[in-house]
């Protein structure tokens, strides 16, 4: 019944976004409205093809292999034997910000993602917990709409990523995603959007916004949790490593340009500062209420 869900959600999604470019391309005639038409079928398919790969790019992140990262195997491996799903692929992020997230079409295309800074703070317990709420967003069959609408959302905002490189800065976008390990003087010449994206993302940033807030909920990221916890075996481990994620995320906000804001719906915790544009892109529910439904489900009263 989920995957159903999922698959009409996507088709919905696409859909909409087909009938916009439709509509854009009628609005300029005849010739306009085939135009539209092929410019809709190609980016409608292309965001649903590469949608993993897109969102794995804005991280910068890279394939680990069970040399470089053995415990992160051990433990994604025993999770997924637990949760009866095929072993996803794994990737990590040059992020100094603890965050992790899920991405793919099905149980067989996902990838799980962390970023060094996550694997960094966190222990074991609590890294199990957090794997264990990302398999459950596969197994719950979350990913292919969250995966689509990211795709989408982030071809609704390229035009602005085009922006990015009319003004000077740094051009490694994992060394931008490293900012934590600089200082925080350089950090913050960087944070802010160029005046040409800033402009492109008030135009663009809304639509892309409506794509993901009609693909994700906040129920979702409080099931992944209670379907992570059970997995896991560990609730308090989970809600302790949300807290140390929050921590890490309002210390190193992710600036948010048009790439990132586009997959920040897929990350266990929201990667921005709640001002701005990000606030158009804040799908997360309270870390808070997060935690205290996990403590709960621990056995825990307040």
Request: with cysteine; net charge neutral.
């Amino acid at each position: 019944m989920a995957g159903a869900v999922a698959g009409l959600l996507t088709a919905v999604l696409l859909l909409i976004a087909g009938a916009a470019l439709i509509g854009v391309g009628v609005a300029g005639g005849g010739g306009g409205a085939v135009a539209g038409i092929l410019v809709a079928v190609l980016l409608t398919v292309a965001a649903g093809a590469c949608c993993d790969r897109l969102a794995l790019s804005a991280m910068a992140a890279r394939p680990v292999s069970e040399v470089e990262q053995p415990e992160l195997y051990r433990l994604v491996r025993d999770l997924s034997k637990a949760s009866r799903l095929p072993v996803p692929r794994l990737y990590v992020s040059p992020a100094e910000q603890p965050n992790s997230f899920t991405v793919g079409r099905s149980a067989r295309t996902a990838t799980v993602c962390c970023t060094e800074g996550l694997l960094r703070v966190l222990d074991e317990a609590e890294l199990r917990g957090v794997l264990g709420h990302e398999l459950a967003h596969v197994s719950g069959h979350d990913i292919l709409a969250s995966s689509v609408s990211a795709g989408l959302a982030t071809v609704i905002t390229f035009p602005a990523g085009l922006g990015r490189l009319l003004r000077p800065g740094p051009g490694d976008p994992g060394a931008v995603l490293a900012a934590g390990a600089v200082p925080a003087t350089v950090r913050a010449a960087h944070s802010g959007l160029g005046g040409l994206e800033a402009l492109l993302m008030l135009v663009l940033g809304p639509a892309a916004a409506l794509v993901i807030r009609l693909a994700v909920t906040q129920e979702r990221e409080y099931q992944a949790d209670a379907a992570g916890a059970l997995v896991s075996g560990d609730p308090v481990a989970l809600a302790s490593a949300l807290r140390k994620i929050d921590d890490g995320t309002a210390e190193l906000a992710l600036a948010p340009d048009g790439r990132r804001t586009s997959v920040g719906h897929l990350m266990i915790s929201s990667p921005f500062r709640p001002e701005g544009f990000a606030r158009l892109f804040l799908t997360h529910p309270p870390v808070g209420e997060r935690v205290r439904r996990l403590e709960a489900l621990a056995g825990y009263r307040r």
